[in-house]
Structure formats: structure tokens, C-alpha cells
């Protein structure tokens, strides 16, 4: 029951801390504020707030100028009521920094802003135009930005409180009789670019009338409209030479058996190159691009915009694996156009010259045991018996066993990798062995095991001490076994008999 509970309240917590800690509703609100008499400002909270750090990171503005004031609580509701009156045709702004937290130490998510005035809005100043237009295409890069008010202005205000993203170098003049600002360029507009102006809440005419709420206009540098498109996905080589294209997955129009049957031959040392119809932000392609199971990657050094870009692999993937890459949509170009097409490929890792090494079968000498000597890993516990009077009990005795492995293209197994992690493990001592020598030719036995002529033979030629003990006899190869391409197979092998 105790667990239970816990359980419930370690689970209860989780799911608060899952809802963001925020500013759920407030007074008066935004907008024009008639009656100051009974004006009031309250903060209401999603959660069970701190009041000391609430109180710490609450401010209240007139005209820019910060009030003092006195906080009353109500659960998780504030009120701020200021020492001094609200007065009319004056414009505030409420905010609370993200300083602000929870009893339980979470911190408010965004910071809040609120504003509000008791200034009609015939007697603020008003935005008349702004040049280059909103949502316009230039193609001047020293294009003058200029913004008309309804009444005179000042450079401070300018300065102060209008700002561009991206930042652009230049100065404010004062024209038209004090009501144009223009702002001139130092150095030209980058082609392409997305640029955008914001005029603050907080901008003041010259007889300090406040704009009361935010301005942003955005223009484009360059005619560029077009998303980019993937046009192509391919395998590469370790030394970027290309191999195979990626076909597409479709889930609408394609099988499971599609699945499997596609883009296969993937080698553990294959990486991928992607080319976009125009210059992609690699950045913003870090985002889009998604592989599962989970590969760790780098993209090549590049610059920040280009059209083609090679994807390192710094995970290697698994042989027999299988992977799902997706570009989601998201990739912008120079020009702040972002691509919606998703795309889906599905990567089969079994290449031929990535195989790791594989124990298939092993042959005891013809005179070692009464019956059978070629035994594969899929035959669990087969049954032997040792010839007792070629092999009497406490008797070492020369010996050696076969082992055939499946290899990658043009591998071979490495034979002190092997002989490194080759050992026969038994129960109830059942037998002894201590390996000596392994080899890759000059047999024992002159010709392979039926069947497996194709596969690469291996000797391990030891000595052996029978007992009269019975027990398991187990062909052992630890993991980490290795070829001559640095393949290497990560699992255990081993082939088991009963004696």
C-alpha cells in the first residue's frame, strides 16, 4: 500500500512537472483602460507559486517609469496595488521575469508581458506606412527603410526602441518636418535574407505620447520563392565515391515485402550523401534528418549553405540491421523559403563485404568418437562417445578440432583473434584441452567437410585429456572475433555436445 502510494505521488509529480509553470490569466488586460478609478492589476498562476519570488520579479510601469507598490495574495492569485494612483493617458506595462518559480522550484516558462493604457487611442502616435512594405520582395541591397508617424518623432526614440533582425548596420535621420524616420544603410543588405523591423510598445513621440503596441514588418532581400527539394539520396564509399541510389519509401503504395527487399548491400563503412535542389542550411538539416534505430553522425564540413551534404556515420551500422532514415520537411534555404516535403528511405545493412565472421559447423577427428563428427550450432547437446581406447581417461593425447566459418567477401578470419578467444568448456571435467597451434592450411584432414568446401577452415590443434567423468563439451568462442576487413562479431558462438 505504502509503495502504492508512493508510486502514485512520484507519478503525480512527474505529470506536474510536465505542465509548464505560467501566467494563466491577468487584469485588466490589454487595451484601452476608461475608468482608472477602479482599475486593478492581478496575476493568476498555473501552479502553487513562490510569493517571495514572484513578488522579487513582478514590475509595474508608467510610462516607462517603475511603480512601487503593495502585493495582496489570494491562493494563487496576486494583486498589485501601486502607492500611487493610476492616472490617465498613460500607458503601462506589466511583466514578470522567469526568475519567478514554483514552491517546488519550477521557473515560469516565459517571461510575461502584459500592457495596457488609460490613453484613448485617438491621442497616440500611429504608424503611417513603412517602406519596404510588410511581406515585400527587394532587390535594392541598399534599400533606405523609412517609417512615416502621424506626428513628430525623435532620433532617441529611434534609437532606443526600433531594432532589425538580422542587425544592420547604419543611422537614424529625422525628415518630413520631425514625423519620418529613415534609416541608412553603412554596408548593403545580404542577398538573400529575410530581414525584419520591430517598433517597440514603448516608442514615444516627441511629446511623449506612447505607441502602446508592438510593430514588426518583415521584407525579404533577393526573388528567391522556391523551397528546396531533396532530389537525391545515395550510398557512398569510405571514400565518398558513390554506389547506390536510394530508392523512396512509400507506406501508401508499398509492401512489406518491399521493405525488406530494398536498398540493401549497405556496408558497415557506407555513409550518405544528399543533394537538395538549391543550397540548404546544414543546420537547419541536423533537425529535419532522423535515423532509427539511433545512429550517432556528423555532416562534412561545409559551409552553412550548400546543396550537397555528406552524412558521416559515426556509429557504424550493425550488420543485419535494418534502418529508417526520414528528411522531415522543415529544411530552409538562403532565402528563408522551408521545405514540406517529408521523405522516407529503409536501409538494409548486410553487405557482403561487412559480414562479420560466423562459426557454422565443426568436425572432430574421424577417430575421436563412435558416430558423427560434423556438428553446427543449430544441433544443441548432440550426444558423443569418445573412443575410450584411443583416448583412455588421464591420458593426453594430440588433438584437434575444425572449425568453418562464414566470412565477408575476400575476409579472412583472423587466426590470432581466434586463437585468442577459442577455448572448449566442460562440466564435471568431462574433458580437458589446451590449444597449441591454429592454422589456415596444411589440415590434418586432407579434404573439407561436405557441404562446406565454401566456407573458410580453420585448425586448432591442441591436446586433449579424457576422463571417466560425463558432462557438457561446449566449442566456445567469446565475442570480439575478428577478419582481415577489422569485421568483427560482437556475440558469443559455440556449438555444445553431451558426453
Not at 532589425?164 to 518636418?177: L, R
Request: aromatic share 10%; net charge negative; with cysteine.
Amino acid at each position: 500500500m505504502i509503495f502504492a502510494f508512493f508510486c502514485l505521488v512520484v507519478l503525480s509529480c512527474d505529470v506536474l512537472r510536465d505542465m509548464p509553470f505560467e501566467v494563466c490569466g491577468w487584469s485588466p488586460g490589454s487595451g484601452v483602460i476608461a475608468d482608472v478609478q477602479n482599475l486593478a492589476v492581478s496575476l493568476q498562476f498555473s501552479h502553487e507559486p513562490d510569493r517571495q519570488s514572484i513578488e522579487k520579479s513582478f514590475a509595474l510601469t508608467e510610462d516607462g517609469a517603475a511603480l512601487k507598490g503593495n502585493f495582496i495574495w489570494y491562493d494563487k492569485k496576486v494583486i498589485f496595488v501601486p502607492l500611487s494612483p493610476f492616472l490617465e493617458y498613460k500607458d503601462y506595462m506589466v511583466t514578470l521575469a522567469t526568475e519567478a518559480r514554483t514552491n517546488d522550484g519550477l521557473s515560469l516558462e516565459n517571461k510575461f508581458e502584459g500592457n495596457f493604457s488609460t490613453r484613448p487611442e485617438g491621442n497616440r502616435p500611429l504608424i503611417v506606412s513603412i517602406d519596404p512594405p510588410d511581406e515585400s520582395t527587394i532587390t535594392d541591397v541598399y534599400k533606405k527603410v523609412r517609417i512615416d508617424f502621424s506626428e513628430k518623432i525623435t532620433k532617441n526614440s529611434c534609437v532606443s526602441d526600433i531594432s532589425f533582425s538580422p542587425a544592420i548596420t547604419g543611422s537614424w535621420q529625422i525628415e518630413n518636418d520631425g514625423k519620418t524616420a529613415v534609416f541608412l544603410l553603412k554596408e548593403p543588405l545580404k542577398n538573400p535574407e529575410i530581414y525584419k523591423v520591430t517598433i517597440a510598445a514603448s516608442f514615444q513621440s516627441a511629446a511623449s505620447k506612447m505607441l502602446g503596441k508592438q510593430i514588426v514588418s518583415r521584407w525579404t532581400v533577393g526573388t528567391d520563392t522556391i523551397a528546396p527539394v531533396l532530389e537525391n539520396i545515395c550510398a557512398v564509399d569510405a571514400d565518398g565515391r558513390e554506389k547506390f541510389d536510394l530508392a523512396l519509401y512509400d507506406p501508401q503504395t508499398m509492401s512489406e515485402a518491399d521493405y525488406i527487399s530494398e536498398n540493401q548491400l549497405f556496408e558497415a563503412n557506407d555513409n550518405l550523401k544528399l543533394t537538395f535542389s538549391e543550397p540548404i542550411d546544414v543546420l537547419k538539416l541536423k533537425n529535419s534528418l532522423m535515423i532509427e534505430p539511433a545512429l550517432k553522425y556528423t555532416v562534412a564540413a561545409l559551409p552553412q549553405f550548400t546543396k550537397t551534404i555528406t552524412v558521416l556515420f559515426a556509429d557504424k551500422p550493425i550488420w543485419g540491421n535494418r534502418y529508417v532514415i526520414k528528411v522531415n520537411s522543415g529544411i530552409c534555404d538562403a532565402s528563408g523559403n522551408t521545405s514540406t516535403e517529408s521523405y522516407i528511405f529503409r536501409v538494409y545493412a548486410n553487405g557482403i563485404y561487412s559480414k562479420p565472421p560466423t562459426l557454422a559447423a565443426l568436425r572432430l577427428p574421424q577417430d575421436f568418437v563412435n558416430g558423427a563428427v560434423l556438428f553446427e550450432p543449430d544441433d544443441m547437446f548432440h550426444t558423443i562417445d569418445i573412443v575410450k581406447t584411443l583416448y583412455p581417461a588421464e591420458i593426453e593425447k594430440d588433438f584437434f578440432v575444425e572449425l568453418y566459418f562464414e566470412t565477408a567477401e575476400d575476409a579472412q578470419i583472423n587466426l590470432f583473434s581466434l586463437r585468442e578467444l577459442f577455448r572448449i568448456e566442460t562440466t564435471n571435467n568431462a574433458i580437458s584441452f589446451s590449444s597449441r597451434l591454429v592454422i589456415d592450411s596444411g589440415f590434418s584432414q586432407t579434404d573439407p567437410a561436405e557441404g562446406f568446401s565454401s566456407l573458410q577452415r580453420i585448425e586448432v590443434k591442441g591436446k586433449i585429456t579424457n576422463s571417466n567423468n560425463l558432462g557438457l563439451i561446449k566449442f566456445y568462442i567469446a565475442p570480439g572475433l575478428t577478419d582481415t576487413k577489422l569485421n568483427k562479431n560482437t556475440k558469443a558462438m559455440s556449438i555444445q555436445l553431451n558426453k
